[in-house]
């Protein structure tokens, strides 16, 4: 569950949007949520227990056992997904707003140079403009070819006289 703030334009996922049903607890539901927010398990796992008696090796041990638990590692799941839409939807709206900006600029801007940069980037945004580069053929020659080039330039050479160490003239 995702709640809107209109004041900031953003949405944040709630800590009550485990359902009831989930069977999690409150410290599994805070360690599936501190995954989801990009933090290791150990990290995770940390915050979400008390560590304070326990070896690193212990909580490394706990906090994967924890994190395969299946109601635990579908939570994370469902979680993910939801930021992961969250994180689209705000790349969504912040491209709708570049392009309504860029527009108004386009219309509104006081120096021509200007509403045609505008004109520009809103042109680059919708894929009007595509920088091509030339490639040229990125093949193997064939070992026909490399034979022939070869060939080639063995005639070219002058022949060499063994007796005197430079080419005949």
Known sequence: MTEWNEATGTTTA???S???WSGLTEKQ???ALRVSE???FSAAYRE?????GMSQPS???EAHRLSRNDKVAMRIAELVAVREEE???QSRIRAYRVTAHLEEMMRTAKSESARLRAAELLGKTVGLFIDKTEVKDARE???AELEEKLKKRLKSLKPVNPMEGHPKD
Do not use: Q
């Open 18 to 20: 485990a359902p009831v």
């Open 29 to 31: 539901e805070r360690f």
């Open 48 to 52: 979400s227990y008390d560590t304070s």
């Open 141 to 143: 020659p064939t070992i």
């Open 87 to 89: 994180e689209h939807l």
């Open 14 to 16: 709630c800590k009550a």
């Open 38 to 40: 990009g933090m290791n």
């Open 59 to 61: 909580v490394w041990r």
